[in-house]
């Protein structure tokens, strides 16, 4: 099966201006993540849906940062303005969920952003 | 609250050597614990999981972790280290949300297998 998309790859920046970054997760999976890597940490939540519904955004920086699902398949993250400290690779994820029961996530490339 | 530590930013070993990468975790509740590895410029992918079944896990490419409650530990090994096995691993610990798992990660730790 083919995995997690992302588009673009890398992406570099001018601090103020806008950036979107697009996942197409695994088909069937009804659940969808969006993560931040900064350079020497490990991956952190931003939001979590569940098909189109937002589960979990408590660490997403909601003055600039936005995300939507509106199909309940294709995911679009945007951040505007970009800052410096928004320098980092953006991870796309997905997994079933089936009852109390939750499956391995499956992680895309990654979207590498620069921010200068 | 839940966390990990990982108790070491960078290991070097040579290849045909043992590799042991150290977890420790926190959690409130039983926890289910990961193990990622990273390539260069490649997504994350699961090593190996514990789910509260058997205490020792076995995973790909020939690694293992041992999930021991009362040290709070979760090191992974593997007894002979491999060139390909060079990337970064993270230990991970998750809490299921109802809408899915959410994964707290920890710093990562860096291998380097030499000749």
């Known amino acids: 099966e083919a995995g997690v998309a992302q588009s673009p790859r890398y992406k570099i920046i001018e601090k103020r201006q806008s950036v979107a970054f697009w996942c197409n997760p695994i088909?069937?999976?009804?659940?969808l993540y969006w993560y931040q890597q900064i350079l020497g940490q490990g991956p952190k939540l931003l939001i979590q849906f569940q098909n189109n519904g937002v589960v979990d955004d408590s660490q997403l920086p909601k003055d600039r940062f936005s995300a939507e699902r509106l199909k309940g398949v294709d995911s679009t993250l945007k951040i505007q303005p970009a800052k410096l400290e928004d320098s980092a690779v953006y991870l796309c994820?997905?997994?079933?969920?089936?009852?109390?029961?939750?499956?391995?996530?499956?992680f895309g490339p990654g979207t590498r952003l620069t921010v200068t | 609250a839940q966390s990990v530590t990982q108790l070491d930013s960078h290991v070097s070993v040579s290849e045909g050597t043992p590799v042991l990468l150290r977890c420790n975790y926190s959690s409130s509740y039983s926890p289910s614990l990961f193990w990622y590895v990273q390539h260069p410029n490649k997504g994350l992918q699961l090593l190996l999981k514990y789910t509260s079944a058997a205490t020792l896990v076995k995973g790909i490419n020939g690694f293992e972790a041992e999930f021991k409650k009362s040290e709070t530990s979760f090191h992974l090994t593997k007894p002979s280290a491999h060139m390909s096995d060079a990337a970064e691993y993270f230990c991970v610990v998750t809490l299921f949300t109802g809408g899915g798992n959410k994964l707290t990660f920890g710093t990562g730790t860096q291998l380097k297998v030499e000749l």
């Open positions: 088909s069937g999976h009804a659940t």
């Open positions: 994820a997905s997994s079933l969920v089936r009852g109390p029961v939750s499956y391995e996530q499956y």
